[in-house]
């Protein structure tokens, strides 16, 4: 892809996660290559490239979001790694992860600090609290 807003959205995931974005693009070649594209393109070209929010309070809003859902650990994980990456703390990480009980209940900060407990571990930051 060569199109303005792939570039954008490569340049900026490599900002948030560190990652060049191939690993996403093959993922889904095989099934839904398009797919790829957009969402290179729309959520990180287009959307964390707004001017509004800075990087680290757009991932505070996609952890609290991704731990309301309760259903998206994959993503959570990933998430939560970008976070680490932009600058949060895992003190940090943990309570957004536990200010989702009041909102989403209680299973679903339960599995939001599941999924903490194995990005810190992967990132050498040992257990939460």
Do not use: W
């Not at 095989?30 to 990087?55: H, K, M, Q, V």
């Not at 903490?116 to 609290?129: I, L, N, S």
Request: aromatic share 6%.
């Amino acid at each position: 892809m060569s199109s303005e807003r792939y570039k954008n959205g490569l340049a900026m995931l490599q900002k948030v996660d560190g990652s060049s974005g191939q690993q996403v693009v093959d993922g889904l070649k095989d099934i839904a290559p398009d797919f790829a594209t957009y969402l290179i393109e729309f959520p990180f070209g287009d959307i964390y490239s707004r001017p509004g929010l800075d990087l680290r309070s757009r991932e505070v809003a996609v952890v609290a979001a991704l731990t309301a859902l309760g259903n998206a650990g994959p993503q959570l994980r990933v998430h939560i790694g970008a976070a680490l990456n932009v600058g949060l703390t895992k003190e940090e990480i943990i309570e957004i992860i536990m200010q989702m009980a009041v909102y989403a209940g209680f299973p679903a900060a339960l599995n939001g600090l599941a999924a903490a407990r194995d990005v810190f571990a992967d990132h050498g930051e040992g257990q939460p609290c």
